[in-house]
């Protein structure tokens, strides 16, 4: 199993619809979590992070977590056709003073107009 | 301000030849990682520098990786006797420091390396 699983896609969503992209997660003890976009070659670039059991919302994204079901999740309402990249997922592992990001493989999305 | 730099943008080398990437990463910040990722994939974790720590070298695939960070800012990542499989992009990100739960890892715009 890897540490941080998700769906690869593409996940193609129609232009002003919601996009929902899930990340599952098998280190119990993470509490930080965070979306990182990419753009087709490009660098990663951070859109949300999130802490606490919930929702969190900046503008027209949603990030979600469930630290009991050990699961994260980013909604994107009204999609764009510039919001066609992919969606990495990243959970904090801190072991032994040591501190680093551990990436999902990232889930591409593709909103079509 | 200046976000996190990489030089150069890209180098085409021979098999076997030594290769040296460079990242200067935000002004202030502590720690430095590199990644690499392979066409189409996720990022893999290469190296963790934080302050005057010990580096967190677990990432490294092999001993013909090394890096260094000088000065606790400028680091280099070598790669000895380059392979076919190194080629990738390297990626460079720098945070404010560890021991922060809301410590943000920010991207250089990364090194393609490609190996004939």
Avoid at chain 1, 35 to 64: C, H, V
Avoid at chain 2, 5 to 13: A, D, G, R
Avoid at chain 2, 48 to 54: E, P
């Amino acid at each position: 199993q890897k540490e941080v699983e998700q769906n690869s896609g593409p996940l193609s969503v129609p232009e002003g619809a919601i996009a929902s992209l899930n990340c599952t997660y098998s280190d119990r003890v993470s509490q930080s979590f965070f979306w990182y976009r990419q753009y087709s070659g490009k660098s990663p670039e951070l859109i949300m992070s999130i802490y606490s059991n919930g929702d969190k919302e900046d503008g027209r994204f949603t990030a979600q977590l469930n630290k009991a079901s050990q699961y994260v999740s980013l909604l994107i309402r009204d999609s764009q056709p510039s919001d066609s990249a992919t969606y990495l997922c990243a959970v904090r592992r801190i072991s032994g003073g040591y501190n680093k990001l551990i990436f999902g493989a990232g889930t591409r999305l593709a909103v079509h107009p | 301000g200046a976000g996190v730099s990489q030089s150069p943008s890209n180098k085409v080398t021979e098999k076997g030849k030594d290769v040296e990437l460079r990242c200067d990463p935000i002004s202030g910040h502590t720690a430095l990682y590199w990644y690499r990722q392979s066409l189409g994939q996720g990022l893999e974790f290469l190296i963790y520098f934080q302050g005057n720590s010990a580096p967190d070298k677990s990432g490294l695939p092999s001993d013909r990786f090394s890096a260094e960070r000088t000065g606790g800012s400028v680091s280099t990542l070598t790669i000895q006797r380059t392979q076919q499989e190194d080629s990738a992009v390297y990626l460079c990100a720098s945070s404010p420091g560890a021991g922060v739960s809301t410590d943000t890892q920010y991207f250089g715009p990364g090194t393609r390396l490609t190996v004939l």
